[in-house]
């Protein structure tokens, strides 16, 4: 399969000129575990031109259960371990890895990305992320999440627009330390919220 019927592949579905859209974009996602990971999927199964990963860890047997991994990549970092997916889901998606702890000293990493996807599973880290980006990059999207823990109904996953450039997805209220843990289904939820969110971006649909 050539780059150009895979566009066109693409274009078929979409439309040439939200495909051309999809194709030139840039977004960063920011954590590769339950929600990083299905939100990574989910753009490079539409086309978006360039994903920048970021994420630290390894990918551990405790992950499989709700992240986009498999057996196979057991002890892979979550980085080269998403890049071989999305490799065999999208294979001319220009991906980027760095494989570090995203801090307040390396927000530059993100600076040539027009949409951020924070999709960390600390509330300090993602308090950091947002509060960063809106200090330095203020003229970026930031989609971010809050809440998706345990087995409540999933028509409490939404997606809300606060401000001009920042989404947050979920319910907003869950926690997982106090429902004991994460399910496959409700975090997909709220990923597939943050993935539309940024196909909406990207297609120049900012109203919630």
């Known amino acids: 399969m050539t780059k150009e019927e895979w566009y066109n592949a693409l274009a078929i579905r979409h439309g040439t000129d939200l495909q051309q859209k999809f194709s030139s974009a840039s977004v960063a996602l920011c954590g590769l575990g339950g929600l990083g990971s299905n939100v990574a999927v989910s753009l490079a199964r539409a086309g978006v031109g360039t994903l920048r990963l970021i994420d630290f860890d390894k990918v551990d047997i405790s992950n499989l259960h709700r992240q986009q991994y498999t057996v196979s990549q057991l002890g892979m970092y979550k ?19 760095h494989t570090v702890r995203l801090t307040e000293n390396n927000l530059s990493l993100l600076s040539d990305c027009e949409i951020i996807c924070e999709c960390f599973d600390n509330a300090v880290c993602k308090a950091m992320l947002v509060n960063g980006i809106s200090e330095h990059y203020p003229e970026k999207y930031i989609v971010s999440a809050s809440g998706m823990s345990g087995l409540h109904s999933s ?49 120049g649909k900012f109203e919630v």
């Open 79 to 97: 980085t080269e371990a998403m890049r071989q997916t999305i490799s065999a889901i999208s294979p001319y998606c220009n991906v980027m890895t």
């Open 155 to 203: 028509n409490a996953i939404l997606t809300k627009k606060l401000g001009k450039r920042l989404y947050i997805c979920g319910d907003g209220t869950s926690d997982v330390n106090t429902d004991g843990t994460l399910f496959a289904p409700r975090v997909m939820l709220c990923a597939a919220h943050q993935a539309n969110a940024v196909l909406r971006i990207i297609a």
